[in-house]
């Protein structure tokens, strides 16, 4: 299954594409899934300049590199459009406003597969602005920048197709705790293709 980028983008944007064509594309190119800090799994399926295609799978808890609760709240440095193929997600936004909850500012860094969030002296204070669920067929776009979280809805997996636009070189920001560490470290393990298949099963393709 040889494709381009612009081929896969207006088969995503037509809805003429499957999970499973998905991942059988996904082999074919020999890109890993590696376990996400968020709680997902996650998939870079092909690049293009400064666009991605990647895949988000919710399927268990990661709690071996999940981050805490506290450190949910984040933004991109790139816009995006998510398509959901299987399941629900909700995806919350926040505005900074004056009299919202406290939030120490941490910054991200990467190095090699991990991820690295660096506590700053900043407080912010953010308030709830917006709480969308979207469900299977749908999609929905964010610009860089915008402070959110993005949850799982119910015990059934989901799988998300995200189509991203680097626009701003800022590091992304994360929301922690006021009394959280002064940094986490998390290690973005690829996955042997026996193990994803295993995490994958509960899709039923």
């Not at 459009?81 to 997600?89: M, Y």
């Not at 070189?169 to 959280?180: D, H």
Request: charged share 20%; hydrophobic share 40%; net charge negative.
């Amino acid at each position: 299954m040889t494709i381009s980028f612009s081929t896969l983008v207006n088969a995503l944007e037509n809805q003429v594409v499957s999970i499973s064509d998905l991942l059988i594309l996904r082999r074919e190119i020999g890109v890993p899934f590696k376990l996400h800090p968020l709680g997902f799994l996650a998939c870079t399926l092909m690049s293009e300049g400064s666009k991605k295609i990647r895949l988000h799978c919710w399927v268990e808890a990661n709690d071996e590199i999940e981050q805490s609760s506290d450190c949910l709240i984040h933004d991109h440095l790139f816009d995006f459009k998510s398509w959901v193929f299987h399941g629900a997600i909700e995806n919350i936004e926040y505005i900074f406003h004056e009299s919202g909850q406290e939030y120490a500012k941490y910054s991200t860094q990467y190095r090699a597969d991990s991820s690295i969030l660096i506590k700053s002296n900043e407080v912010l204070r953010v308030s709830e602005s917006n709480r969308t669920v979207y469900k299977s067929g749908q999609a929905y776009t964010m610009k860089a920048g915008v402070l959110h979280r993005t949850l799982k809805v119910g015990d059934k997996p989901a799988f998300t197709v995200l189509l991203t636009n680097d626009v701003s070189e800022v590091a992304p920001v994360v929301l922690g705790a006021m009394n959280g560490s002064v940094s986490y470290s998390y290690y973005r393990k690829s996955l042997s293709e026996d193990i994803l298949a295993q995490k994958l099963a509960v899709l039923d393709l």
